[in-house]
């Protein structure tokens, strides 16, 4: 089965790939071996020749292969079915732990050789130094960033707990196997005694995970809830974040040759917080979601405390310390005769008995261990830091440097980055709600009756009237809605929190769908309701939660400019946000505008977007210097491209000119948040490569100011990009009917992968579909259709001869190419999303769709566009294939996809059995567990 080495499988490849190719097979040998032994020969050899077909389907385009394939899986049991989607679906997760090993492999590799890769700190750091930059200046410029990835509450990840878990296994043994044999080449023969022995006791191990993975549930029974979510997040601080994140901060001290960097790169969660459109979220699920982040966080800092413990061992008979080092000691509650003569000892004792009291009172836990009881907890992250810097100081001050390094400044970077919250929760609604509860609330008090129906001037002038006066606005015994209290009670909680946990755990109110200046203001009134805000506007005033616009459409990020100038231009807000720390941040959402104008569109309008709000704020701040107001572009990116996924070093870099400037969030969510930051090597990786890309696009400033040849070409392509994406998303009769039977978004809407709905309201509109699941479902019939369509159209209709002369348009496009990096790094990622599309795959999913004349219809429209769009990439990039500068995908891809294929025509037959009646319940579970496979061998369809 997959452990086949036939040249079918597996084309030749460079040396550099035979690890890769040697794992792939070594685990899919494996994963065989456990399907014969466990469901017996016939089914091992059912998925072999499943495989067989598919590659004869995908490789020749051979029609008796696609006959005898349908045929087969006509004639397979629900039973059969299932055993066989299990299979390729462990295969997909197995090839990602082979893929994510070769990984590292190769990047040590190249550290070896001292060909450092694009996107390191290290490299960055060359780029710094040869432009002339100092290490001063780099430090200085690092002290007033602020780098964020922030953990979303979409989750298209559909793995349980249980699975990640083994999987990280796996991939731990698999990377101690890469070390055996390494060791092997390079030391003598007596060391190669050991190997033989060390790889068979691995592989016995790998096995038991295999073991594992084939007899655990892949999917869950019931539906995912919020707390589920959050445990998933905290996973990956766990096996990441908490021991990555300060790895990192070394590299860079010891890049500046010792200076000491600020704590720049924090992190962010919506989980628990993201309201907008989910019920399930609320005040509740909030203190939730920062009690269970600062367990995680505090058991974190107990363990390191107590392995400090065991190894700061220094006896004041050999060394001396600080004074207020002994003060820490003999504070300490630990009066052991054994270790009176070890200071550092009895401080950590007394610092670990603090943590204790804190885990108890902050979230009700119990310590591990308790030396002595635990006792007087700290009040801030702030007091734990100042017991461990004494600690630090007296080492590096009485020959223990080497000491500090190993395990407490680690330790210090993670509890100042992480504090007793561990992460940044944001809260966000949609501004109708905001709107609903300042309406009740100004109805009861019988300021006004209808809100509502207010135009947007009076509305202002209302807010403005209210946020001035010091009274609020509830009425004592006044009975409110649900709806109202809810909402209310999650700016209360917040407020509690903040005082709870410290100002870090909730600084950001992310408004949805802001499109007024109003929608601002409410969230402001409901901040001064709860006592969030302090002081009225006008006087000194001061609002603890940044308010921040997402500006999602296409519509509203044409007003993005104007409405925050409105906004900036009223009587006392600019006062007040320079009193509450001087810091706006602005979301850009990639989602809604995708779905509503295409790729290109939603792209260009966001560029043009960052634009305008760059220059209406250096405007603004040019008259006052001193008082500047930071802008922080927060960017709402998804898995897929047509969310705004792809590379985040390039994009970050494309950037245009000044939006950056040591400044930048943005979200990572759905099972990119795995791929990303299931593997810690993986994860630091790429945590290095925002901090690199943010430094180069602030100190460096590749990005010059768009030709202005090349911005009215943009708005061209845009135009007729848009027109040519609606005409068959919006104005094509019966589009949606073909969207909901020619994809499984039924079935996905029924997944238990997350804990909102798929729509927005139960229709089937795609106005009204969350772009998750319209993102999702393209990519699992492999048409991956919003990150690409419309763009081969808008192409065609610029360089029409009628218009303009075709070679000099053409020249145009292509030096747009070489010299845009937005331009460029757009097509790029439109080259890759077509590299993930299949159109033979698309057809097969077409054929679920009843009316054949509207499948042909829809279907011919698609493969027209696919086509031109192909054609558009090469004429412009000059490469007459995909991935022709992305080897590393295209060697992916090649590994992957072969079995990605069969997931795909087994999916088609148990949607098409499950939709004509057939109500199996391991119909639905082979469906569920096939969009599990699929998601996993894409790696960012969500």
Known sequence: MISDTSSERLPRKADKDLPLIEDIRFLGRILGDVIRDHEGPGTYDLVEQVRKLSVSFRRDADQEADKALKKLLTELSAEQTVSVIRAFTYFSHLANLAEDCHHIRRRAFHERAGSLQEGSIAVAMDRLRSSGIKADSIARALAQSYVAPVLTAHPTEVQRQSILSAERTIARLLAERDDVQTRAKLFNSARDALTPKA????????????????????????????????????????????????????????????????????????????????????????????ERQAEVALRHYLTEVHFLGSELSLSTKHVQVTTEMQGLAERSPDTNEHRQDEPYRRALTGIYARLAATLKQLTGGDAARHAVAPQHPYESSGELLADLRIIQTSLQSHQGSSLAAERLQPLIRAVEVFGFHLATVDLRQSSDQHEMVVAELLRVARIESDYGSLEEQERRNLLLKLLGDA??????????????????????????IRQRYGQEAIRHYIISHTETVSDLLEVLL???????????????????????????????????????????????FTAMVRNSGSEQDIMLGYSDSNKDGGIFTSNWELYRAET???????????????????????????????????????????????????????????????????????????????????????????????????????????????????????????????????????????????????????????????????????????????????????????????NEDVKTQLTLLRKMYQEWPFFRTLLSNMDMVLAKSDLALASRYSELVSDDSLRRKVLSAIESEWRKTTRALNQISGEKQRLANNTALARSIAHRFPYIDPLHHLQVELVRRWRSGQDDERIKMGIHISINGIAAGLRNTG
């Open 612 to 802: 305008a709000l760059v220059n209406f704020f250096d405007e603004m701040n040019a008259a006052h210097l001193k008082d500047a107001i930071q802008l922080r572009m927060f960017h709402g990116r998804g898995g897929t491209v047509g969310r705004g996924g792809g590379p985040s070093y390039q994009a970050i870099l494309a950037q245009p000119p000044g939006t950056v400037r040591g400044q930048i969030r943005l979200t990572e969510q759905g099972e990119i948040i795995a791929s990303k930051y299931a593997n810690p090597e993986i994860g630091r990786r790429n945590l290095e490569t925002l901090v690199a890309a943010t430094l180069e696009a602030t100190l460096l400033q590749p990005t010059k100011p768009a030709a202005q040849e090349f911005l009215q070409a943009a708005s061209e392509l845009s135009q007729a990009s848009m027109q040519a994406y609606r005409a068959l998303v919006y104005n094509t009769e019966g589009f949606t009917d073909y969207f909901f039977e020619a994809t499984p978004i039924r079935e996905i809407a029924e997944l238990n992968i997350g804990s909102r709905p798929a729509s927005r309201k139960p229709n089937q509109r795609i106005e009204d579909l969350r772009a998750i699941p319209w993102g999702f479902s393209w990519g699992q019939c492999r048409l991956t259709l919003p990150g690409w369509y419309g763009f081969g159209s808008a192409v065609e209709a610029f360089l029409n001869p009628a």
């Open 199 to 290: 790889l068979f006791d691995n592989e016995k191990q790998i096995r038991a995970r295999v073991e594992q993975l084939w007899q655990t549930r892949l999917l869950r029974y019931s539906k995912l809830t919020v707390a589920d979510e959050i445990e998933n997040a905290l996973s990956y601080y766990e096996s990441t974040f908490l021991t990555e994140v300060p790895r990192i901060y070394a590299g860079l001290e010891a890049e500046l040759d010792g200076k000491s960097v600020a704590s720049f790169l924090r992190m962010g969660q919506w989980i628990g917080g993201d309201r907008d459109g989910n019920p399930n979220v609320s005040a509740a699920t909030l203190e939730l979601a920062l």
């Open 526 to 572: 409901l901040q001064k309701e709860v006592g969030l805000m302090l002081g009225t506007l006008g006087n000194e005033c001061k609002a603890e939660l940044i308010v921040v616009p997402l500006f999602e459409t296409i519509e509203d990020l044409r007003n993005a400019a104007p409405i925050m100038r409105d906004l900036y231009e009223l009587p006392g």
């Open 471 to 496: 009274r609020p606005l509830r009425v004592v015994g006044a009975k409110y809605s649900e709806h109202t209290l809810g909402e209310i009670a999650i700016f209360e909680a917040a407020r509690s």
